[in-house]
């Protein structure tokens, strides 16, 4: 995925410095997003209003990934989440039987078993983004976007 970004408006603001808007568009879903930044100097450095649009389309990139905001019947599984995707994305050809696993050794405390647990994260992801995913599919989700406490 990626977010790009484009300069719309640039305003001296009333409070001085400038107001700078910029759309937002991540190239997977067309997602548009327009946000407008405060700049306190009265002429902001192209470097200043870069670091600014980079950060920003960032933060869209981890608001974007709805596991980012994981609630499964009320149980934390944020923990397990970025082991798992750590796991993913270290050995892409794991099999689901081998993550059911991985996830049964790292975490034996869980309310479900784990084969149930992949498919409540598999199918809370479906249902979020209203398709359908083989779990090769759901792989390639999992190593291509963004994680909170992965990623950063």
Known sequence: MTISSQELNRTVSKRGGWDITARFTDSETGEVRQKTMYFPRSSPSVASVTARFVHNAERM?????PLNDL???GVDVRDLLTKLVSYIRAHPDVTFNAL??????QFPDLPWKPEKMLLKLQSYLEQRLKITFTFAQFKTY?????FCGVDG
């Open 61 to 65: 990139e981890f608001k974007v990934n």
């Open 71 to 73: 609630d499964i019947e």
């Open 100 to 105: 059911v696993a991985v996830a049964d050794n």
């Open 142 to 146: 999992v190593i291509n976007h963004k």
